[in-house]
Nanobody, 122 residues
Framework: QVRLVESGGGLVQSGGSLRLSCVASGNIYKIRDMGWYRRAPGKEREFVATISDSGEVKYADSVKGRFTLSRDNAKKTTYLDMNSLKPEDTAVYYC????????????????WGQGTQVTVSS
């Protein structure tokens, strides 16, 4: 089993900042891409950002220039630094990762965290 645990969500005023973290643990052979999605109330889940194991990062247009995604491969952790937050960033943020387990090394699976709430007040 591979488990993803997010932390760092909370309530912040418009223009403020938050840092989300996501740690992968368990029977891990390799973690490849790690990323974040979010779901706002009444809306579909949407892509936020993703980072490959080599450090290549992609962002949704809505967060470019405001959010920065990074990772520490040794810690199997990804960090989402969110600046200049807006009320429309309010959502549950979910960590997502592609990887494989020790018992099935060549089988790539997708894993999801439970989500962390981010609320931006105006």
């Amino acid at each position: 089993q591979v488990r993803l645990v997010e932390s760092g969500g909370g309530l912040v005023q418009s223009g403020g900042s938050l840092r989300l973290s996501c740690v992968a643990s368990g029977n891990i052979y390799k973690i490849r891409d790690m990323g974040w999605y979010r779901r706002a109330p009444g809306k579909e889940r949407e892509f936020v950002a993703t980072i490959s194991d080599s450090g290549e990062v992609k962002y949704a247009d809505s967060v470019k220039g405001r959010f920065t995604l990074s990772r520490d491969n040794a810690k199997k952790t990804t960090y989402l630094d969110m600046n200049s937050l807006k009320p429309e960033d309010t959502a549950v943020y979910y960590c997502d990762a592609f990887g494989s387990q020790l018992t099935t090394m060549w089988t790539i699976e997708e894993y999801w965290g439970q989500g962390t709430q981010v609320t931006v007040s105006s």
